[in-house]
């Protein structure tokens, strides 16, 4: 029901490939939720690594929250 890549890179990579053979193979026509996380691509301050995924939302944490709000909820999610 839903599909969530994560990757460090930027728009343009891992998820634009997926998202390509999804199309090619008609599977975004059922409803099928794709979210695709990625870092932003802006400046970032740098920090350790725990710190730039939260902030980005590429923790569990932010990828429950994704879930959830693809699916219409609100997530309640404690750190994984």
């Known amino acids: 029901e839903v599909l969530v ?3 460090e890179g930027a ?3 891992f ?3 997926v998202l390509q053979f999804l199309a090619h193979e008609g599977l975004l026509e059922s409803g099928l939720k794709v979210r695709p996380l ?3 691509d802006d400046f970032t301050d ?3 690594p725990e710190k730039m995924y939260a902030d980005a939302g590429l ?3 932010g990828i429950v929250r994704t879930v959830f709000a693809a ?4 997530a309640h ?3 994984a």
């Open 5 to 7: 890549t994560v990757e």
């Open 11 to 13: 728009v343009g990579g």
């Open 15 to 17: 998820a634009s490939h």
């Open 38 to 40: 990625v870092l932003p």
């Open 46 to 48: 740098h920090a350790k």
């Open 59 to 61: 923790d569990s944490t």
């Open 71 to 74: 699916l219409g909820h609100t």
């Open 77 to 79: 999610a404690q750190r």
